[in-house]
């Protein structure tokens, strides 16, 4: 049941950037560790931005070039243990929790980020590309998400539906380029450690990186 003296009952984040430090698209970080193949890597994002591949095929070939890399779920976790959440990150959404909203991903990352360095948070929603290994800990395969770049403002309108709210209800908090669509579509949008000046344009907020802690007081504002 949602709290009907909070004004936005439902708060989503971006991840990598925002609720991340130390990198701005994990997908990057990834194929700058394991040295992927270049070559390959830019020609799907072309591919995919020219629309001449589905995001699905674009998530598969990602998956393709890290296996051919070596890249192992440990040697991944080893990867993001030199990450850390944003100063005050994990204080806030705490914070957040307690004062009763409910806290949602919506991200083109990646399901073992959130897991690795934020399991302590009891997230109510998590939008995310899905990642699977066998028993071995290779990569096995995995799920895109429908809810990235322009498909992150449907996610925000789906939570919306499974929470029974409209989106002038929902807060984003989001860092890049790729979050200007949900921004659009959330009731409150907060630019967090901005690197767009697109985005920057559509939020009605503005966050430092070591202002994290100002973002429960502005979402009753």
């Known amino acids: 049941?949602?709290?009907p003296a909070l004004r936005y009952p439902l708060v989503c984040f971006d991840l990598d950037g925002t609720l991340i430090d130390d990198t701005i698209f994990i997908w990057k970080t990834l194929h700058e560790h394991f040295t992927t193949?270049?070559?390959?890597?830019k020609r799907a994002h072309r591919n995919y931005f020219a629309g001449?591949?589905?995001?699905?095929?674009?998530?598969?070939?990602?998956?393709?070039?890290?296996?051919?890399?070596?890249a192992t779920r440990a040697r991944i976790f080893d990867l993001l243990d030199d990450l850390r959440p944003m100063p005050f990150a994990v204080e806030t959404l705490?914070?957040?929790?307690?004062?009763?909203?409910?806290?949602?991903?919506?991200?083109?990352?990646?399901?073992?980020?959130?897991?690795r360095l934020l399991g302590e948070i009891e997230f109510d929603h998590v939008l995310i590309n899905h990642i699977e290994f066998d028993a071995q800990g290779r990569i096995s395969g995995g799920e895109p998400t429908p809810y990235d770049?322009?498909?992150?403002?449907?996610?925000?309108v789906?939570?919306?539906r499974r929470e029974g709210i409209s989106t002038e209800q929902a807060a984003f908090i989001?860092?890049?380029?790729?979050?200007?669509?949900?921004?659009?579509?959330a009731g409150l949008a907060i630019a967090f450690n901005c690197k767009s000046e697109e985005l920057r344009a559509v939020c009605d907020r503005e966050v430092r990186?070591?202002?994290?802690?100002?973002?429960?007081?502005?979402?009753r504002c």
């Open 94 to 115: 705490n914070e957040l929790k307690e004062r009763g909203h409910k806290l949602a991903i919506i991200s083109g990352s990646l399901d073992i980020v959130v897991e």
């Open 149 to 156: 770049l322009e498909g992150k403002a449907d996610g925000l």
């Open 37 to 41: 193949d270049t070559v390959k890597r």
């Open 52 to 70: 001449r591949i589905t995001y699905r095929e674009w998530f598969e070939c990602d998956l393709e070039l890290l296996i051919a890399a070596g």
């Open 158 to 160: 789906e939570l919306c």
């Open 209 to 219: 990186p070591d202002e994290m802690r100002l973002i429960p007081d502005l979402l």
């Open 1 to 3: 049941m949602n709290d």
């Open 174 to 185: 989001g860092d890049n380029v790729n979050d200007v669509w949900i921004a659009k579509k």
